[in-house]
């Protein structure tokens, strides 16, 4: 490949973060439309219906609006980068998958180490019992749109603007990426607890989905928005779908 380093940094890319996100929104947007109907809401993940309804006070009610406006960020910013676009395509996308896997069993390791040592340290935080309410191709539908438009808002926008703002502002590198990340990962796990279809708050599941956060801000910083993405949706479905 044309990309200096090899691998590495070819994932963080736009390019191949581009063409490693494309079936994953098609099979999103698609299956909204094809199981939410007339109710595309139930199906919909609230970080991609917060965003809609942003778009909507500027006046931009299309459904396609959202993908579009994603899609178009990373064509922009692939063209800007076209000069050293990687070559193996297929060797780079076909890493970042096995990579997304990768770090969603890490996570998920995570999860079940966290309820032991938080008993071990006296702490109890555990949740209740949760209950699926739609069926399992819904849920595949909503987890991968949780990966994409989650990751957008609350890593790609949030987290990074914090860091940038932290950093312009005179913090030190380190200083300002330990807030952003603390911050946009405190409002990702509240996030979840805010609205007409917010979860009952348990303690146990806000520190985790924190402690997600950081891992996923961390995920962004060090691998790139194509691997965080994937990983946040391969998670989910693991943990919702195939063990839950």
Known sequence: MSIQGGYLPATRHPWPNFLFLLPLLLAYEGGVLWLG?????????????W???ALEAFGLQQLYWTPALLAALFLYWSWVRRADRPDDLVGVTTGMAI???AFAL???GISRGLGPLLDGFGI???AGPLTATEQAIGQVITFVGAGI???MLFRLLLFCSLDWLLGWVGLPSPLALLLAAG?????????HHIGPFGEPFHGYVFLFRTLAGLYFALLLKLRGFGIVAGAHACYDVLVGVVVG
Not at 37 to 49: E, F, L
């Open 124 to 126: 109890e935080l555990r």
């Open 149 to 151: 438009y989650e990751e």
């Open 106 to 108: 890490g996570l998920w």
């Open 51 to 53: 965003l809609r309804w």
């Open 183 to 191: 911050a946009s990962a405190t409002l990702f796990s509240a996030a």
């Open 37 to 49: 109907g007339t109710q595309p809401h139930v199906i919909r993940n609230g970080a991609d219906a």
């Open 99 to 101: 990579e997304s896997v």
